[in-house]
């Protein structure tokens, strides 16, 4: 049985509350993935080896479900990259009707003033009879990258309670075509001390590579007496978690820019605070509403931040100095960053 033969998908929608299968096959969508994978839930052992007096146990004991955990990485779009990615941060989302049939949604990371539990979903892997509903899955890191004008990659980091359901009884959905988003039309800029003078570092063709890579840090084997069982019927049972708070998240962002001159050291030297550092992944055309072109598009924004001590490096002989990036509290939001997400869909959830 082959490897990539796997089909793997996830719910369109969230959970009501943790750890609630979604039931219904109209609301899964096919998960495109790089890296192939299917899934075989874990259950954690115990025995009687280590008392006094015995060299090795006499039977195990069964104790809980570990997490599920997988990792998907493919090209950023504005489908289901742009849903994981909002799940991932897991702010409210506001969307706006841009133009018939073209739409924008907007979306923070969650305050910790306001929570620490991400919003959590159904994931389904199917390979033969290892065909598996994962319940209570969340986002646990997002990552976004690019290098050289290759596409713009995301890669996502699921963690799930435990909790499954064998088999899924789902029909699974086929994988829907993906829009084509351009790396090479892909746009870096952010806007000097001044909030008005902008530096658009793709048109001064200086980025060679960019990253962004969020850490929510949720916390793993929160258990207490009283967790829900999981059986297997006939075969043996454990336990499996209730909750997944997020942690204190971590937000990483580096540039790698040719060498031009003293400019973005002397920012870093004078600790100047700069304003709206924007990652601009465009794709092809939604509509044409009223003689003009939308398209789909993928935005990463960074209110405020300011420049590290920039490094040296080379990239192919050529000079270059790796700039991590050090984002800000956002006034407004309260995070990190934010996105924003442009497509023909009405709702991202």
């Known amino acids: ?104 949604h907007e979306f923070a990371i969650l305050p910790p003033q306001v929570g620490d539990i991400l919003p959590s979903f159904n994931f389904i892997s199917v390979l033969g009879s290892a065909d598996f509903l994962m319940s209570g899955v969340m986002v646990d890191k997002i990552k976004f990258s690019q290098k050289n004008s290759d596409r713009v990659q995301y890669e996502a980091a699921l963690l799930g309670s435990g909790k499954f359901t064998n088999p899924s009884a789902i029909t699974m959905p086929a994988l829907a075509a993906t829009p084509c988003m351009d790396g090479f039309k892909t746009i870096v800029k952010y806007k000097e001390a001044d909030n008005t003078s902008v530096v658009n570092l793709s048109n001064l063709g200086r980025i060679a590579e960019w990253m962004l890579d969020h850490d929510n840090k949720i916390r793993r084997n929160k258990r207490r007496t009283g967790d829900t069982v999981q059986t297997v019927t006939n075969y043996g049972s454990g336990a499996h978690v209730r909750s997944q708070p997020r942690g204190k998240y971590e937000t990483k962002i580096q540039l790698i820019v040719d060498f031009l001159n003293l400019s973005d050291w002397l920012k870093s030297v004078k600790n100047e605070i700069l304003n709206d550092l924007s990652f601009l992944t465009p794709g092809e055309k939604i509509a044409t509403v009223s003689s003009v072109d939308y398209f789909n598009e993928v935005e990463i924004i960074v209110p405020k931040f300011g420049f590290d001590s920039p490094d040296t490096a080379e990239d192919e002989g050529d000079a270059t100095t790796p700039i991590n990036v050090v984002a800000f509290e956002d006034p407004v939001t309260k995070g990190t960053f934010k996105m924003r997400v442009r497509n023909g869909n009405a709702t991202l959830v």
């Not at 954690?44 to 570990?66: F, I, M, Q």
């Open 1 to 104: 049985m082959r490897l990539d033969n796997t089909q793997l998908a996830i719910s369109k929608t969230c959970e009501i509350s943790f750890n609630t299968p979604e039931g219904t096959a109209g609301n899964y969508e096919g998960l495109p993935t790089m890296d192939a994978f299917f899934v075989l839930p874990k259950i954690e052992k115990l025995s009687d080896a280590g008392r006094v007096g015995k060299n090795a146990p006499t039977h195990l004991c069964n104790n809980y479900w570990a997490h599920f955990e997988a990792s998907v990485k493919d090209d950023l779009d504005s489908n289901v990259p742009a849903r994981l990615a909002r799940r991932g941060l897991g702010g409210t989302v506001t969307s706006t009707l841009v133009a018939t049939g073209v739409y924008d």
